[in-house]
């Protein structure tokens, strides 16, 4: 299946499509609204916020949803697609399950017959959190692709909803396989709130222009801290590793966020896009009683 899969993605995200949706009226209005979204996140749903503040927390709850809606949400099943990813150890993805049990975000199953197998499902307050996030995202790729705007209504049904969450799982696992070339918004996505921060700070560049732009911030720490809830110390640590990736320079109280960064987060934002509109594709196709049918975004790759 990951061959297919990686090919498949692959061919969604290819520089042709991430350059079109680059070039589109809407991107820049998008770009900002993603980065507004991503700042008042701690206070829209805190919960959720604590969920997805890293890709490790962000790609264990939904492929958590993925195994439910597919097959069964274990220790074991999701160690292994999680570990296969290279996103969290078998030590990580316990502590992700403790702490969704701890959130009320996932429960015991109902006991079947094999009783050394421990089976989880996620509560309605996880399905409720993670359908109101999706909403916004697929509100904010409509633009781009109408699929989008058919497929957010359908995540209010008991159907749509769990077509989406295999489709999520589906291509996250296909986005996770594709090679990057560093550095990479990685240095923000893959450290807790790195994402929320460089959201405040782009939204801060002094001066007009499109968006992202390069230009220069002044940082707080404890601000930045308060905000993004997390420690002063983590906000030093994200931006050390964005100064050592070349994305910021310090000057005194203030940064330089550089060309590169913007090309970055211009790039993330088209590849968010892309995905989102292959996920609407497929629930769209999945669930064709519930909405008209969408033409797929481009043509699916032969297999092997």
Not at 64 to 86: C, F, M, P, Q
Not at 97 to 105: A, D, E, H, P, T
Not at 124 to 138: L, T
Not at 187 to 201: D, E, N, Q
């Amino acid at each position: 299946m990951y061959d297919d899969l990686t090919a498949r993605i692959a061919h969604v995200l290819r520089p042709a499509e991430l350059d079109r949706i680059q070039r589109h009226p809407a991107f820049a209005d998008a770009a900002r609204q993603a980065a507004v979204l991503a700042t008042v996140a701690p206070d829209a749903d805190p919960v959720l916020f604590g969920l997805f503040r890293d890709t490790g927390r962000f790609v264990s709850a939904m492929l958590a949803l993925y195994l439910d809606a597919t097959g069964k949400l274990t220790h074991a099943t999701l160690s292994r697609l999680v570990t296969d990813l290279g996103k969290a150890g078998f030590g990580r993805v316990s502590a992700m399950l403790l702490f969704m049990r701890s959130i009320g975000y996932i429960a015991p199953a109902p006991p079947t017959a094999d009783q050394r197998e421990k089976r989880f499902v996620p509560t309605p307050r996880m399905s409720d959190a993670v359908r109101r996030r999706f909403h916004r995202e697929f509100a904010l790729a409509a633009p781009f692709h109408p699929a989008c705007a058919q497929a957010g209504p359908m995540l209010d049904t008991p159907e749509g909803f769990a077509a989406f969450c295999g489709a999520a799982g589906v291509v996250t696992q296909g986005a996770f396989r594709q090679p990057i070339e560093e550095p990479s918004l990685n240095v923000f996505s893959g450290r807790v709130g790195g994402m929320t921060m460089l959201a405040h700070m782009l939204l801060s560049v002094e001066g007009a222009g499109d968006f992202p732009r390069a230009g220069r911030v002044t940082v707080s720490l404890s601000a930045l801290s308060r905000r993004c809830r997390v420690t002063r110390g983590q906000v030093g640590h994200v931006l050390k590793a964005a100064e050592a990736a070349g994305f910021m320079v310090r000057d005194d109280r203030e940064w330089l966020l550089s060309d590169a960064l913007a090309a970055q987060v211009r790039l993330f934002t088209a590849v968010r896009v892309l995905l989102l509109a292959e996920m609407a594709d497929r629930v769209v196709s999945a669930l064709p009683a519930l909405g008209a049918s969408a033409s797929p975004l481009a043509p699916e790759v032969p297999s092997r």
